[in-house]
Structure formats: C-alpha cells, structure tokens
C-alpha cells in the first residue's frame, strides 16, 4: 500500500515537472509560438476576407439579341430584374460583345438566337448562348442561377397558356403548374464565405496543431545553446512524457480552439445552429488526434526547418481530401480511405453538420467515434515511435539522459 501510493506520487510529479518544463521551453521559442498563437487568431481573418462577399449582386451583363422579338425582349427585361444581373447594353455582334468583355465592361454575354419566339410558341426546346468570365466564380454563379431561374419561370408560363388553351372554358392555368422552391438549407444566404469556412476553420486547427508539435520535436534536436530549448527530460515513461505533453499543449490550444470554432463565426456571421458545448466534445478527440499525430510526425523531423516542408506539402491535401472541394462519397476508395486517418477530415464533417446544419453530437456520432479511434491509434503509435526511435536518437546526438 505505502509502495503503491508513492509510485503515483512518484508519477504525479513527472507529470508535473515535465509540464513546467515544456511549458517554459514553449514559450522561449519564438517560433512554436507563431504555430500556436499567431497562426490560429491571423488565418481564419485572412481567409474569411479573402472569400468575403460571398456573393455577389447585378453583375454587368451585354446582350446579342438575334431575334429581336417581344419575347426575347421580355427576356431580357426579367434578366435584368433580378437580383444577379444588370443588363449594361445590347451588342450587335459577338465580337463588339468581347471587346467589352475585355475591357471590362461587363462580365458575361448573353446571345439569343435567331428564332427565339417561334420554337417558344411551337412549344420546342430553345436554347440560349451564356459566355462568361471565370476570373470569379462567385460571377458565373450570379449569371447561371439568374438565367436559370428566368428560363424556367417563363418555360412554365408558356407551358401553362398552352395547357389553358387545351382545356376546358371553366378550366384556367396561371403561372408555373408545378412551382420549385429553392430552400438553402443551414447556409441560408447561399454565400461562399459560409459555405467552405467552417470546414476551413478545422483544418486550420489541425495544421496549427501538427505544424507546433512537429516544430517541438526538431527543436529537441538543435544544440540548447542555439535556441534554449532543453529536450532532456529525467522521467523514465514515455506514457507520461506523451501525457504531459499533451497537457500542455491543451492548456495552450484552449483559447484559440474557442476563438476558433465560435467567435470567427460570430464575427463573420457564418451559420450557427450547432450547440457549443457538444461541439466542444466533438473537437476534444479531434485535438488530441492530432496532437498525438504530431508527436508521430517528430519521428522524422530532424529540424525545425522540416516542418515546413510538411506544411507546404500537405496543405492542400488536407483541404482535397477533407471532402471540401469534392465530395468524399464521389472519390475513389483509395482517397477516401487515406482521409479517413486524417483528424481533419472527420473534423471538417462533423462540425459542419453540427455548426451549419444544426445536427447534435449523437447525429455525428460515426465522426465521434472515429476521432476517438485515431486519437487511441496514433497515442499508441507515439509511445511506440518515441521509446524505440526519437529517445535513442536523441540520447545519441546529446549524449545525455532520454527525452
């Protein structure tokens, strides 16, 4: 019993004295400091203004009117009144229609073709020609939902006068039979800023995480008397050298974690539907997974300089395979089954559904208990790497106790 009880007092304070350490050793580095602090708070602003307006209204449009009938004018009239595009003017040709184009006077071109109202009143199918600038996609949005949505409305009338016609005298169709109502469902304004931001908002997380841990474990193999930076360390566990750590890197990632996944969307007004403290829960695994996915990643960091080779690499990885710019169930298995080891990816998933959509942590649940999963496995892995592969390195190029 008195032999049990020191031990854990025994632990207790290697789990102490390996925290003051590391703690004092994060702060005197200059650059884990950028990776935990700066980078979290600068890059969600950054971005979010990047993406900012998420979208964009009366876009300039010329037109090529071919036809010139009451029909293609009445086209054009309801083109220009929504809230996507103003009509700047009529061009004669397609080449007058370019110079404009490139001079910047507008940013799409609409060609009517010869013909317009008579395949309408035949009831056949008619096309109209839409030229864009792709300088924005924000841009060809404006012009495909304005044109879409003036094609159908008036389609569905002409429809709808043909059937009247048809149909017995006390019988009258007015308007679209059959009307469609476009609910954005979470991302009520449809805007792009809300839309990949969230998800953006995690992997930011996560790079913050990897890049400030794996910059500690080249830090640990540079000379103490270059960066002040002490790798030794007396306590002879890995496990709670790892723990530690860990406890550390915790205490520091708590605010950035909250500014994070609340206050970025508060400023920015990105959907919040989600409640705080289950979105807490789900971002505790996924921190500790990528924490422990850092303390992996030290095992071949040999200087801190490495780190960014990583960053530069897997930056836009992360961001493909996170399902953000395409969506996980449309890529090969292979991909998929490699964002699967990722925090990130389920991060991503998960907060999205909760933040934007409103979702509870038990409709996340396959996210949450992945996470958990990859925090077990990569913890794991760690305490491996670290007993068998950076301790004896490290003793080696210090000639000095274990780390």
């Not at 003017?89 to 073709?113: K, V």
């Not at 801190?304 to 930056?315: A, D, K, M």
């Not at 409103?358 to 990859?374: D, K, P």
């Amino acid at each position: 019993m008195y032999k049990e009880r020191n031990k854990k007092i025994s632990w207790l304070r290697q789990v102490c004295e390996t925290y003051v350490r590391e703690l004092r050793n994060i702060f005197k580095d200059e650059g884990i400091m950028i990776f935990f602090f700066l980078l979290p708070l600068a890059y969600p602003i950054v971005y979010s203004l990047i993406y900012n307006p998420e979208v964009v209204r009366d876009v300039p449009m010329v037109v090529i009117d071919n036809d010139r009938t009451a029909l293609s004018r009445e086209f054009v009239r309801r083109l220009d009144a929504t809230q996507d595009i103003r009509i700047k003017g009529y061009a004669a040709e397609l080449g007058e229609a370019r110079r404009a184009m490139a001079g910047r006077d507008c940013f799409g071109i609409m060609e009517i073709p010869d013909g317009f109202q008579k395949r309408a009143g035949r009831l056949e199918q008619n096309n109209v020609i839409l030229y864009t600038d792709m300088t924005l996609m924000l841009r060809y949005k404006a012009f495909l939902m304005g044109a879409t949505d003036v094609s159908q409305e008036m389609g569905a009338e002409i429809q709808a006068k043909a059937l009247d016609s048809d149909l017995p005298v006390d019988v009258n169709l007015d308007g679209d039979p059959l009307p469609i109502h476009n609910v954005a469902l979470g991302n009520t304004t449809s805007g792009f800023d809300s839309f990949v931001m969230p998800g953006i908002l995690m992997l930011i997380l996560q790079q913050c995480i990897i890049l400030a841990v794996g910059m500690a474990g080249g830090a640990m193999r540079e000379p103490r008397r270059l960066l002040r930076y002490n790798p030794i360390n007396e306590a002879p566990s890995v496990v709670l050298t790892l723990i530690s750590k860990t406890l550390v890197y915790c205490t520091i990632m708590a605010v950035p974690i909250l500014y994070l996944s609340h206050y970025v969307p508060l400023m920015f007004a990105f959907p919040m539907a989600g409640d705080s403290i289950e979105i807490l829960l789900l971002l505790v695994p996924m921190v500790l997974a990528s924490i422990f996915l850092g303390f992996c990643i030290q095992s071949v960091v040999t200087e801190r300089e490495t780190i960014f080779v990583f960053w530069v690499i897997t930056s836009v990885i992360f961001l493909f395979l996170s399902g953000l710019t395409w969506p996980r169930y449309a890529m090969p298995d292979v991909w998929r089954w490699l964002g699967d080891i990722f925090p990130g990816t389920w991060g991503v998933e998960g907060f999205i559904r909760m933040n934007t959509n409103g979702a509870s942590l038990s409709q996340v649940s396959a996210c949450y208990y992945a996470l958990w999963i990859l925090t077990g496995v990569y913890f794991t892995l760690a305490c491996v790497l670290h007993r068998f592969v950076i301790r004896p390195r490290i003793r080696r190029e210090h000639g000095e106790c274990a780390i």
